[in-house]
């Protein structure tokens, strides 16, 4: 049921953010590597989530969150092609094909990011489904969470632990910044959008804390044991690089212990938020138990 909810969603995603990109009046020298960039797939779970967030409150219409869902894939994909530059990972492979310094050039990619990122917030200021004061709380969310004292600090401190011994609680709050807090906002702004009441935005921002963890922790362990070609990017990464992840803190076996540990602490979270809609729990289980 919640494959098929995500197949649904993918295929509703993927030709917005692809026409969003093409309706740009650009160079075609800069179209070409814009669209390879958007159109490579990747598993749209942040708009994915966030959608299913704004549809606990709303079954109805999705109409209002759409912009800010396909704000958050932007931003979530200029995070990557930035993350797998020379000067950061350094990875030539990502959702299944040559990343864009790879196809393109270094230049091309730092530059497709800046553009997806910039463009994020053009599309959903100017979103004629919102009213003003949810633009500014979408923006001051997303802008918040994937800024410097959100996804850029931690996207900082993962570099600089390469090659370090950290303690397991540095290691949280690095994955807490640099994948969570993106999760953390997608279903917040979902939340938001759909009239959740204060306390019960807060038990779900408490879900997505979680939740944002248990993602990262099954990507450092599909990173440890996953298979090329269902995540799209090389197995081995972060051995090469001598990054700190929880198989390399605390090995395989605490790892899963502790991803499950956090899955039970979300589900709790999830449980006080008092909505009657399982699909967010669905994700869950997705997001901890994901092979690609
Ligand atoms: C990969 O995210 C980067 C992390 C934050 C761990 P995803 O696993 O969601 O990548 P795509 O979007 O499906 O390619
Ligand atoms: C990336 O974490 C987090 C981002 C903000 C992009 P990783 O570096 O582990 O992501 P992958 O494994 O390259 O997708
Ligand atoms: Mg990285
Ligand atoms: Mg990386
Ligand atoms: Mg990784």
Do not use: W
Request: net charge negative.
């Amino acid at each position: 049921m919640i494959n098929q909810y995500i197949q649904e969603k993918q295929n509703e995603i993927n030709p917005l953010i692809k026409d969003e990109c093409q309706s740009l009046n650009l160079p075609e020298r800069l179209k070409q590597p814009l669209i390879y960039a958007v159109e490579a797939g990747g598993k749209r779970l942040r708009p994915i989530l966030m959608m299913a967030s704004f549809e606990a409150f709303q079954p109805k219409s999705t109409d209002k969150i759409i912009h800010p869902a396909l704000a958050l894939e932007m931003i979530h994909t200029y995070s990557l092609i930035h993350d797998d530059l020379p000067a950061m990972d350094d990875d030539d492979f990502r959702r299944g094909r040559y990343t864009i310094h790879k196809a393109y050039d270094d230049a091309t990619a730092i530059l497709i990011g800046d553009g997806l990122l910039t463009y994020a917030f053009q599309v959903v200021s100017r979103s004629n489904q919102l009213e003003a004061e949810e633009k500014i709380y979408v923006l001051q969310q997303l802008s918040q969470a994937s800024g410097l004292e959100g996804m850029i600090a931690g996207q900082f401190l993962d570099l600089q632990s390469e090659n370090q011994n950290l303690q397991e609680e540095e290691l949280n709050n690095i994955h807490q910044l640099k994948t969570g807090q993106l999760i953390r906002v997608a279903i917040k702004i979902g939340a938001y959008l759909g009239g959740a009441t204060p306390p019960q935005i807060e038990a779900l921002d408490e879900f997505g804390r979680y939740l944002g963890l248990v993602f990262q922790i099954q990507d450092d362990i599909l990173d440890v044991k996953g298979n090329k070609d269902d995540i799209g990017k090389p197995v081995g990464s972060d051995e090469e690089k001598n990054k700190s992840t929880y198989p390399k803190v605390l090995g395989l076996n605490q790892t899963n212990e502790i991803k499950k540990h956090y899955m039970q602490q979300a589900k709790k979270k999830y449980d006080d938020a008092r909505i009657n809609q399982p699909r967010l729990l669905e994700l869950l289980q997705i997001f901890g138990e994901r092979t690609s």
